[in-house]
């Protein structure tokens, strides 16, 4: 299971959110992990005692809250009152600290910290960050482009060209997210986020040419740091007998799960003489024409389909005369 440490999340957004630590050293490596029964989106919220957030947030009211507890005649006693576990303590607001609970964080060794910003921004912050570091991931073997602002995935077995095709692509205005192995990882229900590992940022390998310096040689716009995975399309050797037996009037929509996630996919044969950079092109249009109810193969099937009821009309009429 996806875990962060308080120290990380902490030496990450520190300057971002302003934050200071104040109390609770001594457990700066609790982990922030996603529950079974709840998406990243809900560890971080204001101060409840109901719904446990791991990350508890203190604003305005709720720190008046605590000090209202503090000085009533019978204090309660925080031991009583936090009586669940808890990752993280953040009082917002630049909000002064309320003893007693600056004393319960160090005692309990639950990390305490500081921050000057107003809690709504600095939950959403935090959620958009932790989101993104506990996604589930995997790696996924091929080159992954942007290609008309569509994150796209070329696979296939080693030797087809994918690299060579990347180029193409690239010297035709597209850009290169990752080469070999990409990183993907779900950052939602239904949305597969693709990355470059660091060590391969920027760099494509093309037989015969080595390794390559995209960025260098076509610009910063030919790179894009991280896109969403959208089309997968599979490159898969082809000669004359494996085009003969194609179905070119299928219309089944292919899709390849990963992590859970469908993701369209295409199969393209890799032949002699065919331009797969024009059809990779092609396949992404398509693709985009079908996300807005457009589907080409099924137009083409019923317009043929109609004019065949119209001839068989006709062919009808001319019989009853």
């Keep these: 299971m996806p ?3 308080v120290r990380r999340l902490y030496q990450d957004n520190q ?15 609790n982990r922030i992990a ?50 669940f576990p808890m990752t993280l303590v953040i009082v917002a607001n630049d909000l002064p600290v309320p003893p007693n609970l600056r004393d319960y964080c160090h005692t309990h060794n639950v990390p305490l910290l500081t921050s ?5 921004y600095l939950m959403d912050v935090l959620r958009i960050y932790l989101q993104r570091v506990l996604a589930v991931s995997t790696v996924k073997h091929g080159v992954f482009l942007d290609v008309y602002e569509i994150g796209v995935l070329l696979t296939g077995a080693s030797g087809l060209g994918k690299s060579e095709l990347a180029l193409e692509l690239i010297s035709r205005g597209h850009s290169l997210v990752a080469d070999d192995a990409v990183e993907l990882h779900r950052t939602a229900p239904e ?19 080595g390794v390559l310096n995209i ?19 599979n490159l898969v050797p082809a000669d004359d007998d494996y085009m003969k037996q194609l179905d070119r009037l299928s219309i089944r929509t292919e899709t390849e799960a990963i992590l859970n996630v469908k993701i369209r996919s295409v199969m393209l044969p890799v032949a002699a003489g065919r331009n797969l ?19 080409s193969t099924k137009e083409f099937i019923e317009r043929h ?3 065949m009821m119209k001839d068989e009309e006709i062919e009808h009429e001319n019989n009853l005369d």
């Excluded at 950079?277 to 589907?295: H, M, P, T």
């Design 15 to 29: 300057q971002k959110l302003q934050m200071s630590w104040t109390a609770g050293t001594a457990g700066s490596d």
């Design 305 to 307: 389909q109609a004019m």
């Design 34 to 83: 996603i529950d079974t029964d709840r998406p990243a989106l809900a560890l971080v919220g204001h101060l409840n005692f109901i719904h446990h957030n791991q990350v508890q947030v203190l604003g305005v009211a709720e720190v008046a809250y605590l000090q209202k507890l503090e000085q009533a005649e019978n204090p309660t006693s925080l031991d009583e009152l936090f009586n």
């Design 277 to 295: 950079a024009v059809l990779v092109e092609a396949a992404v249009r398509n693709y985009i024409l079908q996300l807005r109810g457009k589907d």
């Design 116 to 120: 000057k910003l107003e809690s709504p």
């Design 215 to 233: 960025r260098q040689m076509f610009g910063e716009t030919s790179i894009r740091p991280k896109k969403q995975l959208k089309l997968i399309i």
């Design 3 to 5: 875990s962060v440490s």
């Design 191 to 209: 949305v597969l986020e693709g990355r470059c590992p660091p060590m391969l940022r920027d760099f494509l390998e093309v037989r015969g040419l």
